[in-house]
């Protein structure tokens, strides 16, 4: 599990991405890449981190899903995520 302030720190950085993304958008137009560096570091898209729902797990992350694998496995064996069934042959 997660700490509570890693999965605070990035809904932060995302919500800094969403305030800069028009701004950034028509600096990279222009070609400003002097006006770009001023910004806050956070504004880029780039440093957001894909985090499970559930648990705020960073690794093995399945973008479908919105969970870890770890996570998602659990959750599959409960039947929680409609359509998902167990492999056997």
């Known amino acids: 599990m997660a700490k509570k302030a890693w999965k605070e720190r990035n809904k932060r950085k995302a919500g ?3 305030k800069y993304a028009a701004l950034r958008a028509q600096l990279k137009a222009k070609r400003d890449y002097a006006g770009l560096a001023k910004l806050p ?3 880029s898209p780039t440093r957001l981190v ?7 797990r960073r690794h093995a992350y399945l973008r479908k899903f919105g969970v870890s694998r770890l996570t998602f496995r ?3 064996l409960n039947g929680l995520i409609p359509g998902v069934v167990k492999a056997s042959w």
């Open 41 to 43: 570091r956070d504004a």
């Open 50 to 56: 894909n985090r499970c729902a559930m648990s705020g």
């Open 16 to 18: 800094t991405v969403k």
């Open 74 to 76: 659990e959750a599959a």
